[in-house]
């Protein structure tokens, strides 16, 4: 079973990489500020560079990143803060989400701090195996851990990535058996405060009231404009969708169409079944990533496995969500489809991981499992 796990977890995201790939030369190659296919050659870089990552973490032994959680955390939050200093910080499109440095190619330190994040989590829990359900080190320390970088992250002004990070931790402290009171304390701390601030920033606010809206005047040319031309993407292609390359929404009424927006693009050109079999391959991940979670040998591995799992799909879900018009506009890309070196770079390093957990718990015997007859050890998993 879990070497099916590797197999079909290796053909999603192989799959998805490659309709990412396809559909980037549709789309950008009609970008009138882009050279070509230099952004599918730059993307293909990034991919080439992540499978070696992936290759390479595959056959390593996980458990040695538990020894590193504390220097790996401090260099995320470290980078996230560079991300406020003057000169350091790059503004796109209104956010400051990456760094610029002399040598160093533009980065989004987000990325990474996702993946350090759910490894100290991980660690926390693993290290920490009888306190789960106690108050200090099973909720508020480890909530101070994942909450700095969410924090961080949502004040660069990229609130879907944060809300993502936050999900993913928050899946990481349910597995490790945090009581429920506390975990619905949190979520409504957070998601009280992140309404109060969302609600003093007109911008946010009129991407939530758009949803409602798309069609009246007052949006369909402002905050809705991205999502009712996803939609109208959708309608055109329909079930067959209108052939590859003769879509018409990338020619500049569907703005992000290789980014943030590549979903209504697929949509249009490939049809509903590209759509769905893109759906199809993220519950494979799902599947496949909570199942290595629950055959793997020892509490870091599996809390590692989950976070990761979360890490990858959450933004997937967020994505889809956002182009057919059922959540805001965030801004965050379709992992593994969307361009963004940075993103699919460490999104295939996160599945390097997986495949590492996988590997070796491959021959584990029933005993090296946690024993679980006790309370304070039981796993939600």
């Known amino acids: 079973m879990g070497q099916k796990n590797a197999i079909f977890l290796s053909l999603a995201v192989t799959a998805l990489v490659t309709l990412g790939l396809v559909m980037l030369a549709s789309t950008s190659i009609w970008n009138k500020d882009v050279d070509g296919y230099s952004l599918v050659k730059k993307q293909a870089m990034f991919i080439a560079l ?18 590193f959680w504390i220097p790996a955390l401090i260099v995320a939050t470290t980078l996230l803060v560079l991300c406020y200093v003057p000169g350091i910080g790059h503004k796109v499109n209104g956010a400051t989400r ?38 200090f080190k099973g909720f508020v320390s480890p909530s101070f851990l994942l909450g700095i970088p969410v924090m961080l992250i949502f004040f660069e002004k990229d609130m879907g990535t944060a809300a993502a990070l936050g999900t993913a931790g928050a899946m990481v402290m349910f597995a490790a058996g945090v009581r429920i009171p506390y975990m619905g304390a949190g979520f409504i701390i957070a998601a009280g405060g992140a309404a109060l601030i969302i609600l003093q920033n007109p911008e946010r606010m009129g991407r939530i009231n758009a949803l409602f809206e798309l069609e009246s005047e007052k949006y369909r040319q402002g905050d809705g404009y ?13 079930v067959e969708g209108t052939g590859l390359g003769n879509g018409i929404g990338k020619h500049g009424s569907l703005p992000m169409a290789h980014t ?23 519950v494979v991940i799902i599947v496949c990533g909570l199942t290595i979670a629950m055959h793997a040998k020892d509490v870091f591995g599996k809390l590692l496995a989950v976070g990761l799992t979360g890490i990858i799909v959450v933004p997937a879900i967020v994505n889809i969500g956002v182009c057919t018009a059922l959540l805001p506009n965030t801004g965050l890309p379709l992992p593994f489809i969307s361009y963004g070196g940075t993103n699919i770079l460490f999104t295939l390093l996160a599945v390097g991981i997986l495949l590492s957990i996988q590997r070796q718990s491959a021959g584990a015997s029933r005993t090296e499992v946690p024993i679980i007859t006790q309370k304070k050890q039981c796993l939600r998993i």
């Open 260 to 282: 943030d927006f590549i979903f209504p693009a697929i949509g249009e050109e490939l049809g509903l079944w590209a759509t769905l079999g893109s759906v199809f391959c993220f």
């Open 98 to 135: 990456w760094i610029k440095m002399p040598g160093v190619p533009q980065f989004q330190p987000s990325e990474l701090a996702k993946i350090f994040v759910i490894i100290a989590l991980a660690a926390w829990y693993s290290h920490y195996q009888t306190e789960g359900r106690k108050f």
């Open 226 to 238: 991205q999502q009712l031309h996803g939609i109208n993407a959708f309608i055109k292609g329909g």
């Open 50 to 67: 992540g499978l070696i990552g992936a290759v390479v973490i595959s056959n390593i032994d996980y458990r040695k990143l538990r020894s």
